[in-house]
């Protein structure tokens, strides 16, 4: 139970830097997103930093992943990568299901 209070409270001490930093909500929801796989993660100023080894500025796109090619490099772009299809297709599903009533709504018309 203490770990997992020490745990949530670190999260949310993160996500509080974030905000009182001014990260955008994108540079937030990709920092949780590769936090949950990858722990060792944390902020320096406006940059999320992975295992000390990669670097993401902001607009926090897989082209701003920065450090040595290796298999860390690969691996954290492979996760950005993964969170933009999965935001963008959220975002598709979204807007179909907006657009359902307004189909039913017309048909019974």
Known sequence: LASK????????????YA???????EGQQLFQTI???????KWQEKNIVVMEEVVI???YQVENCKG???SA????????EKHFRDVESQKILQRSQAQQPQKEAALSS
Do not use: F, N, Y
Request: hydrophobic fraction near 30%.
């Open 57 to 59: 500025t902001p607009p």
């Open 73 to 80: 490099l690969s691996h954290v772009r492979k996760i950005v």
């Open 5 to 16: 209070a020490r745990t949530e409270k670190e999260e949310k001490l993160s996500q509080a």
């Open 68 to 70: 040595k090619e290796g």
């Open 35 to 41: 936090h949950k796989t990858i722990k060792d993660c």
């Open 19 to 25: 905000i009182s930093a001014g990260v955008s909500l």
